[in-house]
């Protein structure tokens, strides 16, 4: 397999990476791998998951996909059980399963006089089940996987959980209060949980990426026609690199984080992957 950028070794080490069947969550697998981790792919959508997994083993690497529903304890917990019997016990753990749901985003980004009684979904207009579904996916998707699997980390030394917040967990974007909510709370989540397992060898962090063209976001971004949106020049114009972020450029952050000698003392932090996003006040 390709060396890992950070040459951070997880020979021995196994991983498991939680909504593993998306576009960076994939990424995020390969990777581990690459770094000699045993590498679970959970999704719901077992399929996805099972075509990475058989890409890793194809490169040499050793992986295995299972489906799994985040939300649902019961299961959590059982794949935890069926990791452990055939991987070993989990040593890294990427929540990375979450997203968004049209319910809980608004048409416009500034409410108008008269958008109550308009065609246009407002923010009067949201749906709490939607709403209620972005949170549970988001953090509850982050508190149950770590409940099932961080129970196997416990007093042992040298293990990592490492959350996927996001920028709007900073400043929340327009249009999505659900998502920008929810993961703000991932990212104070990831600072509970480093406090609360700081005395039994495990390190809580997060990272959280800016912008990066994924299926997830595409029709926020491009046009049916490929043209880019509006919402896409906002963007990129509050990007001081002036563009978005590719996958592979994750990588970085998620070695550092999971390498106990480069990062042993660090625990509690969310790292910006934005290009200069969260730093850039507009003018």
């Known amino acids: 397999m390709q060396k890992n950028v950070l040459n951070t070794d997880l020979t021995?080490?196994?991983?498991?990476?939680t909504g593993a069947g998306g576009v960076l969550c994939s990424a995020f697998s390969r990777t581990l791998?690459?770094?000699?981790?045993?590498?679970?792919?959970l999704d719901l959508n077992f399929d996805a998951a099972k075509g990475f997994a058989d890409e890793i083993i194809s490169e040499g690497g050793i992986a295995k996909a299972y489906k799994c529903n985040v939300l649902d304890k019961d299961m959590c917990f059982t794949v935890a059980d069926e990791v452990e019997k055939d991987l070993g016990k989990c040593d890294i753990l990427v929540n990375g399963a979450g997203g968004n749901n049209p319910k809980a985003t608004t048409d416009k980004e500034y409410f108008e006089l008269g958008d109550i009684d308009a065609d246009t979904k407002s923010f009067f207009d949201l749906e709490s089940d939607g709403i209620g579904f972005v949170f549970n996916?988001?953090?509850?998707g982050t508190l149950i996987p770590t409940q099932a699997f961080a129970?196997?980390?416990v007093g042992r030394e040298g293990c990592n959980i490492l959350n996927i917040s996001s920028m709007n967990a900073f400043t929340p974007?327009?249009?999505i209060p659900?998502?920008?909510g929810a993961k703000a709370a991932v990212s104070n989540f990831t600072k509970w949980l480093a406090v609360h397992f700081s005395k039994v060898g495990i390190r809580v962090n997060a990272i959280a990426p800016g912008f990066f063209s994924t299926k997830q976001n595409a029709k926020l971004l491009f046009n049916d026609d490929g043209t880019p949106t509006a919402r896409t020049g906002k963007i990129l114009a509050a990007t001081p690199m002036g563009r978005f972020g590719e996958a592979n450029e994750l990588e970085g952050g998620l070695l550092f984080l999971l390498?106990?000698?480069a990062a042993g003392f660090i625990t509690g932090v969310v790292l910006p992957i934005d290009?200069?996003?969260?730093?850039?006040?507009?003018?």
């Not at 791998?33 to 792919?41: Q, T």
């Not at 996916?137 to 509850?140: M, S, V």
């Not at 290009?275 to 003018?283: C, E, K, R």
């Open 12 to 17: 021995g080490k196994v991983a498991v990476v």
């Open 33 to 41: 791998a690459r770094a000699g981790a045993k590498v679970a792919l």
């Open 137 to 140: 996916l988001n953090f509850l």
């Open 151 to 153: 129970r196997q980390m």
């Open 173 to 175: 974007l327009t249009k």
């Open 178 to 180: 659900a998502y920008s």
């Open 259 to 261: 390498n106990n000698e």
């Open 275 to 283: 290009g200069g996003f969260s730093a850039y006040s507009g003018v």
